[in-house]
């Protein structure tokens, strides 16, 4: 079973319990879909904290809206189910200015980041414009599925 933790690191950026309910929703969705297993740690962060994750793990000095990382197995006491952790960061400070970009709520723009990332845990990439557009549209799939975008 796939489970979410979420962790706000900023101020004022409380995640209502409806959007904290579609986050369950989406992880359910994309762990059946994709075979996503284990928990999942969702943390919104700022700017800052982004600039220097994106700056230390892709050399690219400059804050971004999602990184995804996939910690691999976690030591577990003997007997037990072997856990890997999978990290997803978001900036809120860029969600905001994205969804005031795209004319959508900042809870949309969330879920759309956060189903982004999901993918990411789930094998997906973008790395060239092909895999970038298929990697959209099954976001869209996803948040339409779950009755976050019309289908």
Known sequence: ????LVEVEVEDA???KALLSQFE??????????????????????????RG???QFRS?????DVLSFDLGPLPTQQGADEMVCKEIYISV???????????????????RLFVHGLLHLSGWD??????????????????????LLPQ
Do not use: C, W, Y
Not at 93 to 111: F, N, T
Not at 137 to 147: F, H, P, V, Y
């Open 14 to 16: 409380e995640l209502s």
């Open 25 to 50: 929703e989406l992880t359910q969705s994309v762990a059946r879909s994709h075979d996503l297993q284990g928990p999942v740690s969702l943390v919104l962060i700022d700017d800052e904290q982004m």
């Open 126 to 147: 973008h790395e060239t414009e092909e895999k970038l557009h298929a990697m959209e549209q099954e976001t869209d799939a996803i948040l339409a599925r779950t009755g």
């Open 1 to 4: 079973m796939t489970t979410l």
């Open 53 to 55: 994750l994106n700056s």
């Open 60 to 64: 690219k000095d400059r804050t971004t």
């Open 93 to 111: 400070e860029q969600a905001h200015r994205q969804a005031l970009d795209m004319g959508v709520s900042q809870s949309e723009e969330l879920a």
